[in-house]
């Protein structure tokens, strides 16, 4: 599989911070912030893996979520969910909706990493 | 009854238990069946004499039969047993338990009480902190915030051979989110400390104006009288009025309970309550006035006991006066099959409704509701509603089929509710 992974995160220094890393650990990186337009963005730049955090603006990360399951192209897209630490509902919603994996923010960076390589196989 | 007269009751009771037959007793202890008969109806005092023999017979103690086990904690533990159905216990033999074994009852009972102690911290707690949306934000913000510096932090420290431009940028966003992570954890503590700074919008006006008229108990005694001035001293002197906009809340809200008792003079409602009953549609008639203004009145009789509850059209909660057992929630929605509800799909029909509390042990009351809606901006303008609910804690007919309600969905009990919206969290133990 390829390292092509799209972030949907609204913060700006996390989306800067996880893009460097994953770029420097040889990942294509592409970035949203608005859940609205997640589709889309995700037809358009078919990506390999995506990481998706729950709280956004336009559009939860569980509708996100639970939209691409609909999907038959997308139902198993490798999606890495970024929850809240502590929060055990956000946690069992996301796997509910068919969640690949979970990193609990505040998150160490090789977690990332290492998440994103065990869900593409590299 | 008084206790001694339940002696015979107790009696009868251990005896049934044992499976012991009325004359084998009564010849154990050397009495005729009859009079033991007249014992176990309490129509006979025992005399210390007998009651010792009819204890050693019936294995117990002598107090097991005269005192019984102290009433509160008989209470304790039946409610620990109704709480705890599924485990199936001998609810009929709770003064067995209690007799035979003090220490363990006393025990079950104190960890009972804890118990809904702790239950009914857990539901404020959670009914405020899932709903208040500055709580969620805040939170949302520190930890995004974190997430960033610790990110940030790790690639600073961890990676040897960093561009000086990133370096830089990296650092840059270090200092803005360390920035935004103390203001952040300034409010959190401000808001858990409950110090909330005036116009800081941490704590919602509506809040400080019930808090104040809570401090009142709801009855302004200046604004019953002619003399009053529209309160500004009043609204002034009270320390839960912090913000402008609580200030200017108050302020309508003393207008109008002025306009209310001119139209309703108190020593008046009084009358008419004692002669009428508290009917809200015949107290309107009496006065010549709508139904919204005695509903008002009504609630803010002093020691009156009625809550009242008042949404706009949205079904947005405007103001909040509990009744004794009927809770509110303090933030979101409130239980949707309140008939306050029903008033709101209904306006200007009033709806009378009993209804029961959820809890541990359901209480009923009485509920008048009604939705009045105004015109202010004239026929082609946009219709603004009210309705309100006021809650009498004591509907007069116990036969009544009551109404299942709640306070809300996260904190009821009623897990085949049709009308619930999301889980609750007593389901999860409590």
Known sequence: MGRHVLLIE???????????????????VDTLSDGAEAMAT???????????????????????????????????????????????????????????????????????????RALVGS | MARQSLTGTRIRERRVLTGMKQADLARAAGISASYLNLIEHNRRRVGSGLLQALAGVLGVSVEMLTEGAEAALLADLRAAAQANEAE???????????????????????????????ERTVETLSDRMTHDPFLSASLHEVLSAVTAVRSTAGILAETEDIEPEWRARFHANLRDDSERLAEG???????????VPDESGIAAPQEEVEAWLAECGYHIEEAETEAFDGGAGLIDAAPELASTAAHKLATQYLAQYRRDAQAIPLAALRRAVSEHGADPARLATRFQTGLMPVFRRLATLPDSGFGLVCCDGSGTLTFRKPADGFALPRFGAACPLWPLYRALLQPTVPIRAVVEMAGRVPQRFLAFAYCQPSYPDGFGGVPVVEAAMLILPAPPEPETPAARVGTSCRICPRMDCSARREPSILSEGF
């Open chain 2, 88 to 118: 199936q216990p001998e609810i009929d033999r709770v003064e067995e338990f209690a007799g035979r074994f003090p220490g363990w009852a006393r025990a079950t009972a104190a960890m009972q009480r804890r118990l809904s102690a702790m």
């Open chain 2, 185 to 195: 954890a300034e409010a959190l503590v401000a808001w858990l400390d409950g110090s």
């Open chain 1, 10 to 28: 609204d913060e700006p220094n996390i989306i800067e911070a996880i893009r460097f890393i994953l770029t420097r650990d040889g990942w294509q």
């Open chain 1, 42 to 116: 995700i037809r358009r730049t078919r990506p390999d893996v995506l990481i998706l955090d729950v709280m956004l603006p336009g559009r939860s990360g569980y509708e996100i979520l639970q939209d691409l399951r609909a999907d038959p192209e997308y139902a198993q897209l490798p999606v890495l969910m970024l929850t809240a630490r502590g929060q055990m509902r956000d946690r069992e919603q996301a796997e509910r909706y068919g969640a690949s994996r979970f990193i609990a923010k505040p998150f160490a960076n090789a977690d990332i990493v290492a998440a994103l």
